[in-house]
């Protein structure tokens, strides 16, 4: 039974430790990837993964907003 006169729960704040766990789950997932690459196929293999991985890496960080590409694609047809 509860305790009277407690209200609800709150959850606690985000802290700079939930970023850096997910950056642990996240670098566990590329390295399980990689390593099952390696086990079950050959090196060649595995570098084709690193590089998807990184791919998909660098889209996140794109599409999260962390990275602006707007000055890459800005138009340059003033300059040849």
Known sequence: ???????????????KDVTDMNHIVFGTAV??????ALAFGSFGQMLIVALFAALGFGAAKVLS???DLSAYSANR???R
């Open 31 to 36: 390295g399980m990837a990689l390593g099952f």
């Open 65 to 67: 907003g962390e990275v």
């Open 1 to 15: 039974m509860p305790p009277t006169g407690a209200g609800p729960i709150a959850a606690p704040p985000l802290h």
């Open 77 to 79: 047809s003033g300059k």
